[in-house]
T-cell receptor
């Protein structure tokens, strides 16, 4: 199957700082990648669709100025959580489509103090 | 509004028995359906995908789809303790540029 990686796997930061999370497709090219967020004991919620070479599409209720997405190449999308606050603490997971299926990265655990 | 509904459980099944997980979806335009397994603190892992009405079998797993009833199920035969996890049902409506719509997941416990 296709492999998707994320970096870092976990990060702890102070309130008010920005955090960048990388999502890479290792053995395939992905024109579209997806960013999900999962709070404890909740399901995955789609935050945004990242499109290579164009602006991301955000789901209703997700602040695009707070969650900056850049998809500069066919193998890399980044999510930057700007001015992070404790309520942004969550498990962030990216995915990419290959062979008509979505493959997920291992996730990034963000804790904002 | 696309929705996928699952019973959150926990669903407790004796080892060796059949575990039956169910899911309903609201969007009749949904084309594909997926079952993911997620262990605590880990990313989802694809178990099964199903695109047409009927049954699809893969090893101990069988997915069933009934588009008329908007119903998807996953059967796990000969349940093992390692099958204990949260199982997420997801639907897909787009042509490659849409994300998945997930249910909240069913927590399955296999009792040794």
């Amino acid at each position: 199957g296709a492999v998707v990686s994320q970096h870092p796997s976990w990060v702890i930061c102070k309130s008010g700082t920005s955090v960048k999370i990388e999502c890479r497709s290792l053995d395939f090219q992905a024109t579209t990648m997806f960013w999900y967020r999962q709070f404890p004991k909740q399901s995955l919620m789609l935050m945004a669709t990242s499109n290579e070479g164009s602006k991301a599409t955000y789901e209703q209720g997700v602040e695009k100025d707070k969650f900056l997405i850049n998809h500069a190449s066919l193998t890399l999308s980044t999510l930057t959580v700007t001015s992070a606050h404790p309520e942004d603490s969550s498990f962030y997971i990216c995915s990419a489509t290959a062979h008509n299926e979505q493959f997920f990265g291992p996730g990034t655990r963000l804790t904002v103090l | 509004q696309k929705e996928v509904e699952q019973n959150s459980g926990p669903l407790s099944v004796p080892e060796g028995a059949i575990a039956s997980l169910n899911c309903t979806y609201s969007d009749r335009g949904s084309q594909s359906f997926f079952w993911y397994r997620q262990y605590s603190g880990k990313s989802p892992e694809l178990i099964m995908s199903i695109y047409s009405n009927g049954d699809k079998e893969d090893g101990r797993f069988t997915a069933q789809l009934n588009k008329a009833s908007q119903y998807v199920s996953l059967l796990i035969r000969d349940s093992q303790p390692s099958d204990s996890a949260t199982y997420l049902c997801a639907s897909y409506s787009g042509g490659g540029a849409d994300g998945l719509t997930f249910g909240k997941g069913t927590h399955l416990i296999i009792q040794p």
